[in-house]
Each structure stands twice: as C-alpha cells, then as structure tokens.
C-alpha cells in the first residue's frame, strides 16, 4: 500500500505561481512513477503530468506545458508540481498519483494509488 498526501493549494491570482507536493509513505517510493491529475467541477479527471521511476522521463498534457514543471526528491518520498503562468482554467483539484507500472500512460485507471486531492483556485 501507498499513502499518498498533497499540500500546497490554494488561491492564487492569473499569471501567479504555485508549487503543489505529495508526500508518499508505505513503498519504496524510487519504484514508482508518479502523475499529477485535475478535476475541475462537472468535468472528468484529466491528465497534467508524469515522471518516470528515476525522474528520467517527464510527460504534460498539452495545456500545461511550458507552464508546469514535476520533478521528485527520492530522498524525502516526495514529488512535486510547479504551476507558473497560473490560468483561471487550471482551477481544479488537484490529484497526486503513483503507478507501479513503468509504461507511460495518461489513464486514470492504470494509477494504482491516489492522493485526497487538493484544491487550485485562480481568479482572473
């Protein structure tokens, strides 16, 4: 089992900055990929991004990229997520998620373990 907790949301004005963590506990973190996901109210979760095990491979959905950059400290479990150039349709809650699977993939399902979630709100 993984546990998985987020920090770091909040409100922040357009063009702002956030930088969102997720502390993982339970499993050897290094043998994970992990993903950042969103939900924003009415729609589905989506896909923002991924690292792979190692942080050698990093993966964003069109709409983030050039904006928001995941990177991950092995050494404090932790993998994290900077939003720059913040938009009002980036607000969501935001999902941490670890896969224990190294094949790429943008699906909800093949994510074995999430996060409660934490919430991003950018007024304009």
């Known amino acids: 089992q993984v546990q998985l907790v987020e920090s770091g949301g909040g409100l922040v004005q357009a063009g702002g900055s956030l930088r969102l963590s997720c502390a993982a506990s339970?499993?050897?973190?290094?043998?994970?990929?992990m993903g950042w996901f969103r939900q924003a109210p009415g729609k589905e979760r989506e896909f923002v991004t991924r690292?792979?095990?190692?942080?050698?491979?990093?993966y964003y959905a069109d709409s983030v990229k050039g904006r928001f950059t995941i990177s991950r400290d092995d050494a404090k479990n932790t993998v994290y997520l900077q939003m720059n150039s913040l938009k009002p349709e980036d607000t969501a809650v935001y999902y941490c998620?670890?896969?224990?699977?190294?094949?790429?993939?943008?699906?909800?399902?093949?994510?074995?373990?999430w996060g409660q979630g934490t919430q991003v709100t950018v007024s304009s």
């Open positions: 690292i792979s095990r190692g942080g050698i491979n990093t």
């Open positions: 339970g499993r050897t973190f290094s043998s994970l990929a």
């Open positions: 998620a670890a896969d224990s699977r190294p094949k790429y993939s943008v699906l909800v399902d093949d994510y074995d373990y």
